[in-house]
T-cell receptor, first 113, second 116 residues
Framework: KAGVTQTPRYLIKTRGQQVTLSCSPI?????VSWYQQTPGQGLQFLFE???????NKGNFPGRFSGRQFSNSRSEMNVSTLELGDSALYLC????????????FGQGTRLTVV | AQSVAQPEDQVNVAEGNPLTVKCTYS??????LFWYVQYPNRGLQFLLK??????LVKGSYGFEAEFNKSQTSFHLKKPSALVSDSALYFC??????????????FGQGTTLQVKP
């Protein structure tokens, strides 16, 4: 079974630009979550999608948005990039149920210059 | 508020010795607890979880964790450490209640250094 796939692996963007990151979950998984990882703040929850609906959102500004498609693939978008948005963005997928583990992709390393 | 604490930024052990990485949590109700490991420039790999039942849970790569409800702890253990176990370890709890569905709350991470 293929794992969670995130593309691209690395990105360099300029302040003010926007970026779209993609995540393909494990086949059959309908829940996709996104996390931001930085040295200072650690792992922070961005949002979670289930069956194309955002179920939960973390404490991030509106510049961070996402969506999920009917095949469960998900994208997240960051507009008007700031230097502080430089981070590793991780996507995780899981099957239904709170007791199930989440499986993470390798992440997209975003550098804003 | 729901939270996870990993009190040690770094744990150093010699190869072959037992290791413990500590985790305490705060959550209302019954917790769903997880351990993940992260190698440099990689995503998180699932090690094990506690949902219910036996307080000692076994996971991947010889790791196990002990759930202690009275101490609200979920420490990760391994009887004999390997150099290849050197990595960053995260404890997490699944959020409960409205607004927390699907959310993992992570500790700040503990770097495990195993020396030959």
């Amino acid at each position: 079974k293929a794992g969670v796939t995130q593309t691209p692996r690395y990105l360099i963007k300029t302040r003010g630009q926007q970026v779209t990151l993609s995540c393909s979950p494990i086949s059959g998984h309908r829940s996709v979550s996104w996390y931001q990882q930085t040295p200072g703040q650690g792992l922070q929850f961005l949002f979670e999608y289930f069956s194309e609906t955002q179920r939960n959102k973390g404490n991030f500004p509106g510049r961070f948005s996402g969506r999920q498609f009917s095949n469960s693939r998900s994208e997240m978008n960051v507009s008007t990039l700031e230097l502080g948005d430089s981070a590793l963005y991780l996507c995780a997928s899981s099957s239904t149920g709170s007791n199930t583990e989440a499986f993470f992709g390798q992440g997209t390393r975003l550098t804003v210059v | 508020a729901q939270s996870v604490a990993q009190p040690e930024d770094q744990v150093n052990v010699a190869e072959g010795n037992p290791l413990t990485v500590k985790c305490t949590y705060s959550v209302s109700g019954n917790p769903y607890l997880f351990w993940y490991v992260q190698y440099p420039n990689r995503g998180l790999q699932f090690l094990l979880k506690y949902i219910t039942g036996d307080n000692l849970v076994k996971g991947s790569y010889g790791f196990e964790a002990e759930f202690n409800k009275s101490q609200t702890s979920f420490h990760l253990k391994k009887p004999s450490a390997l150099v290849s176990d050197s990595a960053l370890y995260f404890c997490a709890v699944r959020g409960v209640g409205s607004g927390n569905t699907g959310k993992l709350i992570f500790g700040q991470g503990t770097t495990l250094q195993v020396k030959p």
